[in-house]
């Protein structure tokens, strides 16, 4: 006996996700869009699908209003494509889908600029200043500008560029996962070679070593920067603590909690690889990190203040006048106690640290893929096989930079 919540698609439409599924797709605003239909058949009091008539569907669409046509062609879209399915699975002959797509708008013709147009653009990029979220803001538009520019490539593809992409040697740039999933090659001359190698040095007098595979242009708090972040900071102690109590920053805990946190895959690896624990510290309770906090301060008002009217034209020359001040600062005598910071950290810090482990640790990123009905999923424009009874089921893929 048919349920009487559901309406006539429903056992066609749960088949059919089904079947995508098992093919990879992503469905999160076609099955909503689809049980809608369902339901608004179901109202019509529709109970079989060769009841379904043109003008059941057509008022359906009207009711779903989509002012561009984009929107209305990706809804026409859905639908057509359940209604082929069911045709081709013979559970009707005949589609009762008539709709037709909408003639999309003319396109924009894009804007050439011309030399003396780019250089103002670039004179322009240098001028922006920058922020806390944005070190070196000017010098990195001025670079991304140059090189959109200069080689002609997208945002997107500008945007991936990681640091093994960049052969300054040969001259040439990889860019990767383009249209169709492909790789090319661009060269690029001397002038734009010099202004990148430039960038990339004063990447690194501000971060020290940066691995080959991490992006060249990136501001964020992201994955990557939380993970390097960490690397750095114990390769520059030459130790690791056996507790770290970081912000609940959203790119390394998933779910903040104060007696079991849920962190990112790649931040647990991290973790286990230097033999530390994690316990980030509760929202809105600055004690849970107090000494921080103070240090902070300390360095607040003993560097930042010290540097607040001076001027600099390299990110080198401003981290040399840091660190000056910051040797400076650990250096400086106790008040009330006897020693230095850096005497303390040296007799009291140091013997604590755990040692580093003898091969750095591998940065890898974790996915969800469904595996295809040819026992293969898609991860990062390439596929690879699996298990043939793993097929429509959902798996864990772990890529680092060498995989391809």
Same mark, same amino acid.
């Given at each position: 006996m048919k349920n009487a919540t559901r309406g006539p698609l429903a056992e066609s439409i749960d088949r059919y996700l089904a079947h995508k599924r098992s093919l990879g797709k992503q469905l999160a605003k076609?099955?909503?869009?689809?049980?809608?239909?369902?339901?608004?058949?179901?109202?019509?009091k529709i109970a079989e699908v060769d009841q379904i008539t043109p003008s059941h569907l057509e008022e359906f669409v009207t009711s779903r209003p989509r002012h561009t046509p984009s929107s209305y062609n990706q809804l026409?879209?859905?639908?057509?494509?359940?209604?082929d399915w069911i045709m081709v699975h013979e559970i009707l002959h005949?589609?009762?889908?008539?709709?037709?797509?909408?003639?999309?708008?003319?396109?924009?013709?894009?804007?050439?600029?011309?030399?003396?147009? *780019?250089?103002?653009?670039? $004179?322009?990029?240098? &001028? =922006?200043?920058?922020?806390?979220?944005?070190?070196?803001?000017?010098?990195t538009y001025r670079l991304i500008f140059a090189i959109l520019y200069g080689l002609g490539l997208r945002v997107g593809e500008v945007s991936r560029l990681?640091?093994?992409?960049?052969?300054?040697?040969?001259q040439l740039m990889v860019i990767r996962q383009i249209k169709f999933r492909k790789d090319r090659l661009v060269p690029f001359g001397p002038k734009m070679a010099s202004a990148i190698a430039g960038f990339l040095m004063c990447e690194e007098s501000r971060f020290g070593r940066i691995p080959v595979d991490s992006p060249v242009f990136t501001w964020t708090q992201n994955l990557w920067d939380c993970?390097?972040?960490?690397?750095? *900071?114990?390769?520059?102690? $030459?130790?690791?603590? &056996? =507790?770290?109590?970081?912000?609940?920053?959203k790119s390394g805990v998933n779910k903040p909690c104060y007696y079991e946190p849920e962190l990112n895959r790649t931040y647990g690896d991290l973790a286990i690889h230097?033999?530390?624990?994690?316990?980030?510290?509760?929202?809105?309770?600055?004690?849970?990190?107090?000494?921080?906090?103070?240090?902070?301060?300390?360095?607040?008002?003993?560097?930042?203040?010290?540097?607040?009217?001076?001027?600099?034209?390299?990110?080198?020359?401003?981290?040399e006048a840091i660190l000056e001040l910051v040797q400076k600062l650990n250096q400086r005598p106790f008040r009330k106690l006897a020693g230095s910071r850096a005497e303390l950290y040296q007799s009291i810090d140091r013997p604590a640290l755990q040692p580093l482990p003898l091969h750095p640790f591998v940065y890898a990123e974790w996915k969800k893929a469904r595996v295809n009905l040819d026992y293969h999923i898609e991860l990062g424009g390439h596929y690879y096989s699996t298990p043939y009874q793993l097929v429509g089921k959902e798996v864990d893929a772990r890529s680092t930079s060498g995989t391809g």
């Open positions: 076609t099955e909503p869009m689809l049980h809608l239909l369902d339901g608004y058949l179901l109202e019509r026409i879209g859905m639908i057509r494509r359940l209604f005949d589609s009762p889908f008539r709709c037709k797509m909408r003639r999309a708008t003319a396109t924009r013709r894009p804007f050439l600029f011309n030399p003396e147009q *780019a250089r103002s653009l670039l $004179d322009a990029a240098l &001028q =922006l200043p920058s922020n806390s979220r944005a070190q070196n803001r000017g010098e990681r640091r093994r992409d960049v052969d300054l040697d040969k993970i390097y972040s960490h690397m750095r *900071a114990f390769e520059f102690f $030459d130790g690791t603590s &056996q =507790l770290v109590i970081p912000d609940n920053l230097y033999g530390v624990g994690i316990l980030p510290a509760r929202p809105y309770r600055p004690r849970d990190k107090a000494k921080a906090e103070v240090g902070v301060q300390i360095v607040q008002r003993w560097v930042l203040a010290a540097l607040r009217k001076r001027q600099f034209f390299s990110l080198a020359d401003l981290n």
